[in-house]
């Protein structure tokens, strides 16, 4: 790259568990900049996820499903000779973290429970218990990569 690299932002942590990963969480949870009404609904799911799992704290309940949903590998296109060959590749541990919550917030909205927060918490239950969407979709991608080994050769 020509250019320097660009500066990390410092992230606060969330007021109410006082953890970094729940405001990076809240602010891809977030619409049109309403970050309260962001925080709102993740508490909210929060509450949820405790009434219906009694004997665990719900932070670690969502930690879990963050980690269940978390990618190992990914496939990237490449064109040699060309084809175009999907090449399995690594996954940035920035960009593992910010692919988990994206699936997460992304499945839990196309779900069909009544309000958002109670989507999110069946989501985040489903996560925890390696089930759902989300955690569907890292095995779909982690299958791809498995299927395209071969090609791991070509990787640049």
Avoid at 25 to 31: A, E, I, R, Y
Wanted: glycine share 4%; proline share 4%; hydrophobic share 40%.
């Amino acid at each position: 790259m020509r250019r320097r690299q660009a500066k990390k932002h410092t992230i606060l942590p969330d007021p109410k568990f006082k953890d970094v990963m729940v405001t990076k969480f809240v602010n891809n949870l977030m619409l049109h900049g309403k970050k309260s009404v962001s925080y709102k609904i993740f508490y909210d799911a929060i509450e949820i996820v405790q009434d219906k799992v009694q004997d665990e704290n719900p932070l670690d309940v969502f930690k879990k499903a963050l980690s269940n949903v978390t990618p190992g590998v990914e496939v990237r296109s490449r064109r040699v000779g060309g084809a175009t060959f999907q090449i399995p590749t690594p996954v940035r541990d920035s960009r593992k973290q910010s692919l988990a919550m994206k699936w997460l917030i992304g499945y839990s909205r196309k779900r069909n429970e009544k309000t958002m927060a109670q989507k999110l918490a069946a989501e985040i239950i489903a996560a925890s218990k390696e089930e759902g969407a989300a955690f569907k979709k890292k095995e779909d991608m982690h299958r791809m990569a498995e299927a395209n080994k071969a090609f791991s050769h070509f990787r640049f």
